[in-house]
T-cell receptor, first 114, second 113 residues
Framework: EAQVTQNPRYLITVTGKKLTVTCSQN?????MSWYRQDPGLGLRQIYY???????DKGDVPEGYKVSRKEKRNFPLILESPSPNQTSLYFC?????????????FGDGTRLSIL | GDSVTQMEGPVTLSEEAFLTINCTYT??????LFWYVQYPGEGLQLLLK?????DKGSNKGFEATYRKETTSFHLEKGSVQVSDSAVYFC????????????FGQGTTLQVKP
């Protein structure tokens, strides 16, 4: 089954404790992206990757890091999480980054930073 | 900058009622337009898309037409069901290869039996 898998689905942690949210897709997609969803704001892009070893900032990259060492994986790293990063996070992928390509989303990771 | 504005929710309808969720956009160039649906506890799923002016996207009884003259992409369904209860997001993708989707704030639809 074609899917985007995120882990963990839920995490409660404390300020400053490094964490990683994993994302893996099995569709051989070149393009992957991370979004955060906050009430009243819709989804906003954090980082994206056009292909292996190619990443770039989205609209809200502060406090986050990513890497793309393999085509299927695109982890999101919070080196020193803060309470304002409490949010619902989604990983997405598509065949390419062209504008007419629909994106496939994971089920989300709900992070609570205390 | 590029943006999407959706009608505020929540929208509450009775089963078999007609649904319209308004979406307007601001964009440079010629964006592709999408509607995504999010069921409780799940990720977003593509509902329909349109990639050029006057295109009509349709799926599962939902329709939306890309109106360049009014910069709109309103979602409609003739007869909603309880199972349509979800959050609906209008989004655009600008004509570049960054792949970024720009989302509206989402509209919650609740359908009552």
């Amino acid at each position: 089954e074609a899917q985007v898998t995120q882990n963990p689905r839920y995490l409660i942690t404390v300020t400053g404790k490094k964490l990683t949210v994993t994302c893996s897709q099995n569709m051989n997609h070149e393009y992957m992206s991370w979004y955060r969803q906050d009430p009243g704001l819709g989804l906003r892009q954090i980082y994206y990757s056009m292909n292996v070893e190619v990443t770039d900032k989205g609209d809200v990259p502060e406090g986050y890091k990513v890497s793309r060492k393999e085509k299927r994986n695109f982890p999101l790293i919070l080196e020193s999480p803060s309470p304002n990063q409490t949010s619902l996070y989604f990983c997405a992928s598509s065949f390419t980054g062209f504008s007419n390509q629909p994106q496939h989303f994971g089920d989300g990771t709900r992070l609570s930073i205390l | 900058g590029d943006s999407v504005t959706q009608m505020e929710g929540p929208v509450t309808l009775s089963e078999e009622a007609f649904l319209t969720i308004n979406c307007t956009y601001t964009a440079t160039g010629y964006p592709s337009l999408f509607w995504y649906v999010q069921y409780p506890g799940e990720g977003l799923q593509l509902l329909l898309k349109a990639t050029k002016a006057d295109d009509k996207g349709s799926n599962k009884g939902f329709e939306a037409t890309y109106r360049k003259e009014t910069t709109s992409f309103h979602l409609e369904k003739g007869s909603v069901q309880v199972s349509d209860s979800a959050v609906y997001f209008c989004a655009l993708s600008i004509a570049s290869n960054t792949g970024k989707l720009i989302f509206g704030q989402g509209t919650t639809l609740q359908v009552k039996p």
